[in-house]
């Protein structure tokens, strides 16, 4: 199958075992507002889709921590996470409302309501760019 | 909180036995996926679904003949659904995401506006005053430390107990402005914030004994002007006031409760507090006096 695949990205065509390999990345769609630029969150969505790193994408953050989603336990709980959503001071407190505290040093937070989509796509795909294949 | 049900989770199964989806037709799928409201978790080679706790799952994926490979770790409750999606449209995928919601019985995701307060305890001082203003329940006592616990009771896109917290310690992530949104607080925020309405200040302390006097005295205005257009004239000025200062939208406004209301609410409010206070002076008068190990003597 074509797929436009950046060559410093793992392969996604090889079929490897399967292993515990977590999702590092989260994709926060804000799909109930209209407070994220349609072209930011769009592109971003679109080069991750691209990229070739495994992804977890969410309709809505605020949503997942008032229903007190487990999936934000799960998020949370990874060594290392990039988080692609809002202001990083909201999210914080979003996970925190959920009873899932985000870790302080290992989590990078891009906010697509100011940053540009490939400010924020850099960001999330640095591990990757830099040859670094994520545990 | 909200319906404590898991919604469908959906899962682009792109593993050693799927085969990979364009890259368009991904792209696609996933947004209009996340634009109904289902959270997606593209699962590529050398990868899994990490630990999954619960809920139910469908994994989407080109599987051809031999199928799809077996699922692992899927214990714990979790329920595994496959759909082959080997040439069908984006319309035709999402109509056998709907089939399989439907067989799970699960809710329909999205229909609510998450708008609801998010509390920044690094600037949060329990000071209870968001608890006082609102009228809707959105906040309670937990452990006596101040939480949200009604996000669903929050009325959409008013701010007002943000305004009204002297510390900016209430966001509302889908606000258009910092530092409600939840951008960096700024001395002039803190600056700006201090000149707020002090809720308690303005009210004497006891907002519900406030409320009463108010009360009180607007019957006894009434009852010898008996100029109810003036009266209006005055609510209307205020409620002007409100929405200009504190950006509350009409739709709150008007749900706001009578001056019974709030009264009633106060007399539950109190007898509540004497209940209480019965019942812990009665746990308090049934301990034993302390012996002398008590003591330790």
């Known amino acids: 199958m074509a ?122 795909l640095q591990a990757y760019s830099n040859g670094e294949k994520p545990s | 909180m909200i319906t404590p049900k898991l919604p469908l989770r959906i899962g682009l199964y792109q593993n050693g036995g799927s085969r990979l989806l364009g890259d368009d037709r991904h792209y696609n799928l996933t947004r209009s996926l996340l634009d109904k409201g289902y959270a997606v978790s593209v699962i590529r080679s050398d990868s899994r679904l990490g630990p999954v706790l619960d809920g139910a799952w469908l994994l989407l994926g080109h599987f051809g003949k031999d199928g799809p490979l077996p699922a692992m770790g899927n214990g714990n409750g979790v329920k595994l659904y496959f759909r082959d999606i080997e040439g069908l449209e984006t319309s035709q995928i999402l109509d056998a995401v709907e089939e399989v919601r439907g067989e799970t019985e699960l809710p329909d995701p999205g229909g609510w506006k998450p708008w609801f307060p998010v509390i920044d305890y690094n600037r949060c001082t329990n000071c209870m005053q968001c608890l006082s203003f609102c009228l809707f329940d959105v906040y309670g006592v937990h452990e006596e430390k101040i939480q949200v616990q009604n996000e669903s009771n929050c009325k959409t896109d008013c701010p007002a107990c943000s305004r009204v917290c002297p510390e900016v310690a209430i966001l509302f992530p889908k606000y258009k402005s910092g530092p409600i949104n939840g951008d960096v607080v700024r001395q002039e925020d803190i600056q700006r914030e201090a000149m707020k309405v002090d809720i308690s200040a303005l009210l004497g302390g006891d907002l519900y004994g406030s409320l009463r006097q108010r009360q009180t005295e607007a019957r006894q205005r009434f009852s010898t002007e008996r100029d109810e257009s003036r009266a209006l004239l005055e609510r209307k000025k205020c409620l002007r006031k409100l929405k200009k200062d504190f950006d509350i939208p009409d739709e709150v406004l008007m749900s706001l409760p009578s001056a019974g209301d709030i009264q009633e609410r106060a007399e539950r409010a109190k007898a509540k507090l004497a209940a209480r206070q019965e019942r812990s002076q009665t746990v308090r008068d049934s301990r034993p006096a302390p012996s002398e190990d008590d003591w330790g003597i």
């Open chain 1, 3 to 124: 797929t436009n695949h950046d060559p410093t990205l793992p392969d996604p065509t090889t079929p490897g075992p399967v292993t515990a390999q977590p999702a590092k990345i989260l994709y926060c769609r804000c799909a109930y507002a209209k407070v994220i630029a349609p072209e930011v969150k769009d592109e971003v969505l679109q080069r991750l889709t691209r990229s070739g790193a495994t992804f977890e994408a969410v309709p809505d953050l605020c949503e997942m921590s008032a229903r007190r989603d487990p999936a934000l336990k799960r998020l949370a709980a990874e060594d290392e996470i990039k988080i692609a959503a809002c202001y990083p001071r909201a999210v914080k407190w979003l996970f925190s409302a959920a009873q899932a505290p985000l870790p302080k040093d290992t989590v990078e937070i891009l906010n697509m309501r100011v940053d540009s989509a490939g400010t924020v796509v850099e960001r999330l």
